[in-house]
């Protein structure tokens, strides 16, 4: 059972504990420093309550804080992440067309179901200047910020932002910066699971980027993402369709060789979905993340310490 899990203030839902844990692999911290970026704008109509607590949605230092034990914990301590700059804004983000929300349009659109603004997406060059944390990244006092909004705030789950940057989950954005970072992109009306599902796409664009040259039959993360051994994201071993982590039927998968990575001899195993969380998608993420490879030494060229690259994108090549 993953009791480490268990013991935290915010607890999965009874029955649902994976049955092995590995936390035998402890690895050396990368310690990330990360601004914390809220948009939480007050609504007129509601006596001037920011629009998260209108709402009822969850409270972004609550969820920051389960995120980071979350990735410490499956990493075997490696994503050691600090906040160190904390800043919230109250106005609605620009969108790539230059529509902005306001309090009254924003509501009609949630409460009544008026179709949302299309495009969606947020301008994210106005946005990183209106943030103005520029010089701290290049400086290196900040690697990551993390963006915290409401639905249709127009944020990508992640997107990697400087020099060379590479698809990460969203296309990249091409603007001066003294190395490669990235972005993520909260909704707070989901919970910390969806946080990791962001986390682990992120994972599969770029360990798929960090493998581009590899062929077929060398490519580890490929053979990571088979559902005979890890699966991915939203395919678990038993999986037979996208977010089908509870799916009963027992099949045979080496996931279990991964712990022993980079010896990958061992036999494939009878598992079900009791192994990463019977259909919890935080539990399945946690499992899932678990699994990726945090030892030393290099393999074909490639670090067997993925997690060096998955925290760190400036050091990809």
Known sequence: MLDWL????????????????RGDRP?????????????????PERGNLPLSKVMGWYDPEVLAAQYIADLRICSGGIADYRIVVRRTFTDFPVKIDGFRYNSATYLAAWERRIPFHQPDEADYERLLAEIGLGDAIDRGEIDEIWLFGFPYAGYYESRMI???????NAPPLHIPAARRYIVMGFNVERDVGCMLENFGHRVESIMTYV?????AE???WTRFTRLDECGNVHFAPSSTRDYDWGNPRRVESRADAWYQFPDLSAPPRLMDCAEWGNGDMRLHHLWWLDHLPRVAGETDG????????????????
């Not at 268990?6 to 844990?21: C, D, E, F, M, S």
């Not at 690895?27 to 609504?43: E, F, K, R, S, T």
């Open 211 to 215: 493998y581009r040259h590899h062929p």
């Open 27 to 43: 690895g050396v911290p990368i310690p990330l420093n990360v601004a914390l970026i809220v948009h939480d704008p007050p609504i």
């Open 6 to 21: 268990l013991n935290w203030g915010n607890r999965p839902k009874a029955g649902a504990q994976p049955t092995i844990v």
């Open 302 to 317: 490639v670090l067997n310490n993925w997690w060096h690259y998955i925290l760190q994108p400036w050091v990809v090549q």
């Open 162 to 168: 400087g020099p060379a940057a590479f698809w990460c």
């Open 218 to 220: 060398r490519n580890l």
